[in-house]
């Protein structure tokens, strides 16, 4: 931490400042200028509390924190990648993971249409909502339990994974019977009572950013669930809100690459939520593979006019088949980089 | 609602858009033009069912929707302004109410003092967090049951009615013991699951601004709370996430106003989250009472410097003191201007 | 400036650094936690190409700069407040100050209505373009110098100052003739010829802040006009873009106060383009008036309805006039605030 | 155009409305819902007008434009892309282009080193430049017409194309003497006048994406450019502004794509200033010729930490050549891409 007192700071003034921060168990540098003072703050204690309580004294400029705010999920705690085994399938080691399938469950007819399309055309994890956190009290709220059955129905016929979305705390149990991981929605990304009790199911979570959450505070919130016990998290950059119109968010494409530099954990990226548009999804995940994340979630319906939700960034089961055959050759590019990375740290000596 | 099919839409493609509009129950009015066709549409139905439907047909350009998609909290339901009684205050009444207290409660002693100082500055209700949310895992998480039964102490001690947070569906009815307004915090402001609950309850609710939501969606998140049976919701302006630092957010002042036009629910606007900074709250709350909120939400702490969170944007008991005197002439022109609004609404015949 | 380093630097990268920052004449105290170092950087040199130097330098995690990268619109460089002296006017003194008038001049008989009606209800400064700045080039662009000359007659006629838009550094001279401020366009905030033409003229500048540009910009761009050889610079807050569209932009009204801490230069407020809805622009001027601006810059057209630009923002007449008088016991507050402040720098010695 | 009335709006209101825009030339058809009146607005007139007369109007809810505001720009206007040819190098063809080298002409040898390197390593045009927008006027602002000239002899000694900025109307025609494209930088994106000008000169342009500039209001710059007679514009993402600190701008990628469905000028990334980090301008490449750009512009300088600016960002000639080897596959499968797209056109009879 780097304390930088105002510009006509008195000795006293500094001094106070000093006698704070050792109150907290720091020791302290400081760097006399011409103009202004600055303190450096080394050594063990609680942080955050340290840096409130000062800025909250007169004469400090500004507190500039200089160590990371989370830990476990940080690269300096795991060089390597963090992998999940899910129902068979490897994420974030050298398979590229496509999840796909309709925002919303709406019948057995409906899920498994979508269930034997995707599984078809190389997908390994379907997705589907049964709660549904939506805008308006007057729409559809999802099939709840229902859903998550017909889910069950749809792994068992197809042997794709299951990803739902679950929007409380009470649920994570319900809810992890049948999933095989439990999605957090964008919304629900600083639903800390939530995170927490994630953190105690043994399941592994599917992490999507706010919608004005920095990347930082994704990671923060990654923290959250590894601190309470479960390291199996898996984030997902599913765009931002910003004043551009055309899309329905903006891809944050290269918060991938810098998660990939801070983190060890896997990410995949929501070509769907994102763009809002079916026309530009194929587009944004040939970007999505080349980039480097782990995988992709892409909405998929057997009849996008007919969807309760979401039909505007749903692909139909052939348009799907058409993206997954156009992404081959990138994903062969992307499996020869993952390669080279393994070969890389192998031949590095312990 | 009003669709614009794309320039080469054939006579097939826009009949295809009328017919899926009308099985939705509604009736179609196209304007031809010499580029472009428009298609009104008219009636009752699942709006947003049926938007999603067309949206996701090709040769759609775009929808835009025209009724607003709130009913109970909006103007056009009801004329004059929801008041809202709480432990003998009128909220959104002829009365400027301040509520104010520290983020955290943190000790008995902290909040004895601290609810003793805003009740004799002219406070009428006393904030004060028992469940914290955190960005970090490692930061305080609040007192919890101990908090509230502190909170209950000062309220005995002072008459000051109790505003605090409830973070999960699981807490509500617990919290609705000792508070006499339930807060839901910006992060929570679409957590459904939680709104629908406190929508069961019969407890006012203060429902915050999402750092990055739309006014529309904070009317449809207080629609929830209405929808599900609670018609006492007070609207919180906290500041909205920006691309700004020097403010810890942006305070979208406007938004009151915006509000005013288009809700009868009482506004209130907190000053100090929206900046962020001790020294730039009173001169925002000055323009709260000018704009025309209902009241403030303020951060004050007896020892800011020692507070355990957000001490750098809480005032203490002198500088609150200070301030509220400062509004008092602010708060009279306040007090004129309501007593028209009354006079004019009296005038009109029922 | 204070650098600090990657959690694995070395002793040989860590001197690297100081080496670096040494050659740029500064000298440098670094602070050793126990997890990562801290350079501090202190002395008198060119700060900004030393920051990116460094910031380019592998193991270096980032830099962060602590003194103000302006001068002489520093609050630390002048107490008092700037006082621009126009038409008999002044600005930044005991008078708060409204500009009014069309977004375009657009004929004889609607400026001199426009003037005329403006002038009756106490606005003391005409607004008006005469080049146009237009997002489509189909748009009306202006009456360019025969707006001028119109501009000119209204004057004439009301004793009314003239502020009028300059688009580019080859017109400075041009409209200085004609106006007695010129103004800078939000587009044009970070048009750093036209600024330092600006610089070398005269006249007073009415600096308007970008859509998208940060208080500290708006700082750095009235810096450019003081530094080349104007310090006549009226800053002006008018909204930025976020992802809000209830209104056309965001009024960043904090900014005032903000502005106000960190500068001598007088800050207005423009309610017409933060909002763009004229049913909003009374309620936020009162705001204007309560935080503290030092006047107001207003749109008001004789027929909105009629107006070329900017109808829906625009006031008519009696709009005007009423909100005006709706003002009145706003600025007698913001006068005795003013008075107050006067007395308190009167009765400190020199 | 669309016009919905308030709930409430009269008979004699409605008409009102209507006789307005039939004023302007309009022919009008009306759709009554049970709630609310719409009024479908067709023909050919001045549009933006009409709207802004129209919004004035009392008890008119809002107003949408369904017609896209540009013409020559538009995919509308010409189904095939538009072929820049520079110096040889054709841009919006079947060639992947890269622009790469210093963001200022520091020096005759600073360049050279630059321009052979990058020429070596691939790239047809260099950038580099000689008048430099620097948020402080107390920043280095270019060479100006001695750092033409240098770029002339780079030219001269390596057969690159050259690519420089201009910053004002009046320099048009000096850098025009020496560069191949004119390159408009995103704080000029809407100088309006600089447009004009660069429209009645016959040199291609490079326009930048204002910072916080709508994908629409980049086609309406460029549609300045062609309407004032010069079609020869290429179009640039750079990133734009949002509240994420941990990259410098957040790259918008996904307007790659959509500028691809909405017009046929090329469109370049510009992977630097995007992301303001060394580190991962490669991976942000990857995505962007994955996605379908047309080119690259990289800021590349032979000793980063020595460059007086932007050197954070700028990749050294050995990153730059790895970075060219690395892309090169992903260039085989854009090319194959673009092959099928011109077979498709081809077999299409005109």
Not at 90 to 99: A, K, Q, R, S
Not at 205 to 224: C, N, Q
Request: net charge neutral; aromatic share 4%.
């Amino acid at each position: 931490m780097i304390i930088s007192m105002k510009l006509h700071a008195t000795r006293e003034e500094i001094d106070q400042v000093t006698r704070q921060v050792q109150e907290f168990g720091y020791k302290v540098h400081s760097s006399e200028g011409e103009e202004r003072v600055g303190i450096g703050v080394v050594g063990v204690g609680d942080v955050t509390a340290c840096m409130e309580s000062v800025e909250a004294m007169p004469q400090v400029e500004n507190v500039v924190r200089i160590s990371a705010p989370y830990k476990f999920v940080s690269r300096e705690f795991r060089a390597g990648r963090t992998q999940i085994r899910v129902n068979g399938t490897l994420i974030g080691g050298d398979e590229f993971v496509v999840m796909a399938g309709p925002c919303s469950v709406e019948s057995e007819k409906q899920i498994m249409q979508a269930a034997e399309g995707v599984a078809r055309a190389g997908a390994k994890i379907l997705r589907g909502g049964a709660f549904k956190p939506r805008t308006s009290p007057y729409d559809f709220q999802g099939l709840e339990t229902e859903g998550l059955k017909l889910l069950r129905k749809a792994k068992a016929a197809t042997g794709l994974a299951i990803v739902t979305e679950v929007m409380t705390d009470r649920d994570v149990n319900l809810v992890a019977e049948y999933a095989d991981i439990l999605q957090v929605g964008a919304r629900n990304m600083q639903n800390f009572v939530l995170l927490k009790e994630l953190g105690k199911c043994g399941r592994p979570v599917l992490l999507k950013r706010g919608l004005s959450s920095t990347i930082k505070e994704l990671l923060m919130s990654a923290e959250y669930i590894t601190a309470h016990g479960n390291a199996n998290v898996i984030l997902c950059e599913r765009g931002i809100r910003t004043f551009e119109t055309v899309t329905r968010n903006t891809a944050d494409i290269v918060a991938v690459a810098a998660l990939n530099e801070l983190t060890h954990l896997p990410v995949i990226l929501d070509p769907s939520h994102a763009t809002g548009k079916r026309s530009l999804v194929p587009a944004l995940s040939r970007a999505g593979v080349a980039i480097g994340a782990d995988g992709l979630i892409v909405e998929v319906h057997p009849a996008p006019e007919k969807a309760i939700s979401d039909g505007a960034q749903s692909l139909d089961l052939v348009q799907f088949q058409k993206m997954m055959e156009e992404l081959k050759p990138y994903v062969r590019l992307w499996q020869e980089s993952r390669m080279a990375e393994n070969e890389k740290r192998v031949a590095v000596p312990a």
